[in-house]
């Protein structure tokens, strides 16, 4: 029995689907096809504030009589026709929903209104480009924000055909998912394009794009063991840009992928073209699109790369190129199943990364980037099983999250090494071959892959997709030494001890004193199983060590080659050892740099002893990738987990070592890619100097602290007429060469320079004025508003706090997506001191901004503002529930029960990492 909907306000007005409600409209509904039109003749019009949109659906009710509603978040609509009846917009339309009542058996509805253009990133958004003037569109719908542009029946399972129709300036680019078939005059200028129907496809992965983007065109030549034809390639970014697209670079990489997922699956590429485009304030870092991927502009480098964001954009294009089969071809139903097509993405990007391009460490940026951002989030009080329960569309939003990604990507590399790589891929093929153009949930994945592998999968889904928490590892070592692993799943308290198919290593210095590999043993830990022997001379055995004495040196490394995900707890003298020596293969010191942070971040490990191993061994991180991750966690334990009393002491020694880093005299050569990332880091670690109680008063020019910090900021900035210094200022024009020689100094160098300065107080608003005039640019802009909200003066403060709180500047425009969270940055950039008075009034906004502002720039509001920079309470670390900011934030938590889960979630986690800094801070360690 079908649930008819009501007409009452409440339920045309509620933005957030159910699931409930989308088994009951997916139980009714079959879709056909859509035929959507898009005007957008004003989108020239700054004072335009929506466009007209057109849609004509068909589609089948299994019940008819009864009722459903289409989705529509909209500024107006004019007319609702279904089967030929004018429904009266007022009684069926609300704000985000249209009642479609007494259906038949085929229908046929076309809705007529407005849609708003978008500064938040969510649904199509307009975009003025500060450099030249010019206008440009695209648009960004997941999950559920094709509905701000069209009508929709939006959730993944209701698939349908889309014939998209776009009206445009006549010289702008117009392009959709599908090739132009038809160019039409609309007068005025304008033309429409007609675009050729797509395949069956959700509603949240269409997309429009629309502007005077330039444009490249190339070709890759297909796959004849797939029987996969030529596929036109095209990249799109704004004109502005265009001098700094490496266009062949990224043909290049998009060739390679081709070639190797097709090698993988033998299914061929389903989506005709393949364009990609890079926009600019794009909230994500890609999104899968079939035909034309959309990308943040951020990876058209106009500063230096270094090799890990040239790695980092190929693993971005492979992981949207694995979703054109893992999600576009085969999607989830709902969204408890995201993981289906995220963590799929995640592991099979970086594959392809690994085996197809020059990057053949991707597995080491994996391992010591992406499972970091599991790790926390999957120790979050919020946290959740990879497949999870999602309720609601506010869930789904929240749920793009380090679980649903990399652990989800994580644990499918354990379930690869459990079940084989063969195994595996054959059950991809063959889960594409049943479900293709439909949707699957996660016992249709397994169930091709118990067939496939032969192995019994009924108890490791239970274990590894279906519980949260992160299980921990270490050896007990002994006459027979045990592989041991605990785990709880914190959100039912029970123990959980996962299945695990490892390898553990031991490691001894060479001559030079770096920790090589002696052994290594493979391990099958059961599910249930509290740990597993280790073989006899294996890798943590006494005999495997090369004749080692007691009390030598050595690292016994548990999850070598980070085939598991897992914590893993080092044995006092390998964290002896890799405290004092670096480890030379890439993945096995990433794996044990992991382990070095989360013991931080558990107060096991001083955050002192941390900056010291970092400046004195990152020098030998060869990865620069991982190189940038230790020096960032390093200002990061400084900053948050390190006592008040010391941090002091530690900027010096870190400042220092950043300091030699950039000089090129030590193992960091000058000009290196290392070299910019320690001035990156050094720039966010010089903000720190300005904190009230750690370098005195920053306007005191004699302060050495202060005074060695400004050198090297300005020696970068010497000889830029953007960033002239005021006058009778004693640094010498040629500083940079002294202090960092071959750095090459370009707009990013110059701005973390400013925003340092600002933050310091040695730039004044003028200064960074005549900055930005020098290079206006949309990166620029940005820089600048972060840097003009740092400069320490409670004016300054109060005038950045109101222009969060209220979505606008000082003069009434509204803040887009990324200057919000700008000024949001600048805000909390340095000196507490400056932000602490804000903090009583930060809780009464919470409910008033989500409930005013998209889901998007809510969260950019609330997470920007949060109170995070505090120092611990006398006691130790049980006396820091009494925190007035945790007591705060708990008693807001407690006095809104009803809240939206994802406001509440947004507030929970940061409360725990609050907390966590605390208690570590705390504990004097």
């Known amino acids: 029995m079908v649930t008819t909907p009501t007409a009452e306000p409440a339920f045309l007005d509620r933005t957030n689907l159910t699931r409930e409600e989308a088994r009951e409209r997916s139980a009714l509904v079959t879709v056909h096809d859509y035929d959507v039109h898009v005007d957008l003749g004003t989108a020239l019009d700054a004072q335009a504030t929506g466009f007209r949109t057109r849609t004509s659906l068909t589609f089948s009710c299994a019940d008819p009589g009864s009722s459903t509603f289409l989705d529509f978040i909209h500024d107006g609509v004019e007319s609702v026709v279904l089967n030929g009846r004018c ?54 719908y997941e999950p559920a924000d094709a509905r701000r542009v069209f009508a929709t029946f939006e959730q993944p399972d209701l698939k349908g055909r889309f014939t998209f129709h776009l009206t445009g300036p006549a010289d702008w680019v117009l392009a959709s998912n599908q090739p132009e078939a038809a160019r039409r005059d609309a007068g005025e200028g304008l033309v429409t394009v007609d675009f050729s129907p797509t395949p069956p496809m959700s509603t949240y992965i269409t997309t429009l794009l629309a502007g005077p983007y330039a444009v490249w065109e190339d070709r890759w030549d297909g796959h004849p063991g797939s029987g996969a034809p030529v596929v036109p390639l095209s990249l799109y970014c704004r004109r502005s840009m265009a001098g700094a697209m490496d266009a062949e670079r990224v043909f290049d990489t998009t060739r390679a992928g081709l070639d190797h997922f097709h090698d993988l699956f033998r299914v061929p590429y389903p989506w005709g073209r393949y364009g990609q485009a890079f926009v600019p304030e794009y909230n994500l870092g890609a999104m899968e699109n079939p035909g034309l991927v959309t990308l943040t502009e951020d990876y058209v480098f ?11 954009r190929a693993t971005t294009i492979m992981h949207e190129m694995a979703h054109m089969w893992f999600g576009d071809l085969v999607t989830m139903r709902w969204w408890d199943d995201l993981w289906l097509k995220e963590s799929f993405a995640d592991y099979m990007g970086t594959l392809a990364v690994a085996e197809a391009t020059e990057f053949t460490d991707a597995w080491t940026t994996f391992a010591h980037r992406r499972k970091g951002w599991a790790y926390v989030q999957d120790q979050y009080p919020t946290t959740h099983p990879i497949v999870a329960d999602i309720a609601d569309l506010e869930a789904a939003r929240q749920n793009f999250d380090g679980i649903t990604y990399a652990k989800g990507a994580s644990v499918l590399k354990q379930l690869v090494a459990f079940v084989g790589r063969e195994a595996f891929m054959a059950a991809s093929r063959e889960y594409f071959a049943r479900h293709a153009w439909g949707n699957a949930a996660l016992q249709d994945f397994l169930a091709v892959l118990e067939e496939v592998s032969g192995r019994d999968l009924a ?15 270490w050896v007990r070592d002994g006459e027979t030494p045990v592989l041991c692993q605990r785990g709880t799943d914190p959100a039912t308290g029970r123990q959980v001890l996962r299945p695990h198919v490892l390898r553990v290593g031991r490691y001894a210095p060479d001559d030079g004193g770096r920790l090589v590999r002696t052994a290594v043993t493979d391990v ?19 005999e495997a060590a090369g004749g080692e004495g007691a009390g030598a040196v050595r690292l016994v490394l548990p999850n070598d080659e980070d085939l598991t995900y897992a914590k893993i707890r080092l044995d006092p003298a390998s964290v002896a050892a890799v405290l004092e020596h670096p480890v030379t293969d890439s993945l096995a010191a990433a794996t044990v740099w992991a382990a070095l942070w989360n013991m931080t971040r558990d107060g096991l490990l001083p955050a002192a002893d941390f900056v010291g191993a970092c400046c004195r061994l990152s020098g030998h991180l060869e990865d620069v990738g991982l190189y940038s991750q230790v020096l960032g966690q390093a200002e990061t334990a400084i900053r948050r987990y390190a006592p008040a009393g010391v941090r002091t002491g530690l900027r010096v020694r870190f400042g220092a070592a950043l300091r030699e880093a950039l000089s090129g005299s030590g193992s960091v050569v000058a000009g290196s890619d290392r070299q910019r990332a320690a001035m990156r880091v050094f720039a966010l670690l010089a903000r720190g100097a300005a904190d009230a109680g750690d370098a005195g008063d920053a306007e005191d020019a004699d302060h050495d602290a202060v005074r060695g910090v400004v050198t090297v900021l300005e020696s970068v900035l010497a000889g830029w007429p953007g960033g002239a210094r005021p006058a009778g200022d004693g640094t010498a024009e040629g500083g940079r060469a002294a202090v960092a020689p071959g750095l090459e100094v370009d707009a990013e160098m110059r701005w973390a320079a400013l925003q340092a300065l600002a933050a310091l107080g040695r730039a004044d608003q003028d200064r960074l004025d005549r900055a930005l005039a020098a290079e206006v640019t949309a990166q620029t802009a940005v820089w600048h508003r972060t840097a003009s909200a740092a400069v320490p003066e409670a004016r300054v403060r109060e005038q950045a706090w109101t222009a969060v709180i209220t979505g606008r500047t000082a003069d009434g425009r509204v803040l887009s997506n990324d200057h919000l969270s700008a000024v949001a940055a600048g805000f909390t950039a340095s000196r507490p001191d400056l932000a602490a008075p804000f903090t009583p009034r930060y809780w009464p906004e919470l409910t008033g901004i989500w409930a005013g ?24 670390p049980d006396a820091q529930d009494a925190h007035p900011v945790v007591a705060a934030a708990r008693a807001w938590l407690a006095e809104h029960p ?28």
Not at 99 to 105: C, N, R, S, T
Not at 854 to 875: E, K, V
Not at 907 to 923: F, G, I, K, M, N
């Open 87 to 140: 429904l009266d917009t007022a009684q069926v339309c609300g704000g985000s929903r249209i009642l479609l009542p007494d259906l038949a058996g085929s229908n046929e509805v076309t809705v007529v209104g407005t849609a708003l253009y978008s500064t938040s990133g969510e649904g199509l958004h307009r975009f003025v480009d500060p450099s030249d003037g010019r206008t440009y569109l695209y648009t960004q």
């Open 898 to 925: 009803e809240a939206p889960r994802a406001l509440l979630r947004i507030v929970v986690e940061r409360t725990d990492d609050l907390v966590r800094s605390l208690r570590v801070q705390a504990a004097g360690r």
């Open 459 to 473: 108890d490791w889904p239970v274990q590894w997709l279906q519980t949260a928490g992160v299980p921990e590892l």
């Open 302 to 312: 106009s500063s230096r790369a270094t090799r890990a964001q040239y790695e980092g």
């Open 853 to 876: 502002r998209s889901n998007g720039l809510a969260s950019r509001t609330i997470g920007g503002l949060f109170p995070a920079a505090q120092d611990a309470l006398p006691g130790g």
């Open 524 to 542: 099958e830990v059961a599910s249930g199983a509290t740990g597993a022997h280790i073989a006899a001379g294996g890798a943590a055995g006494h």
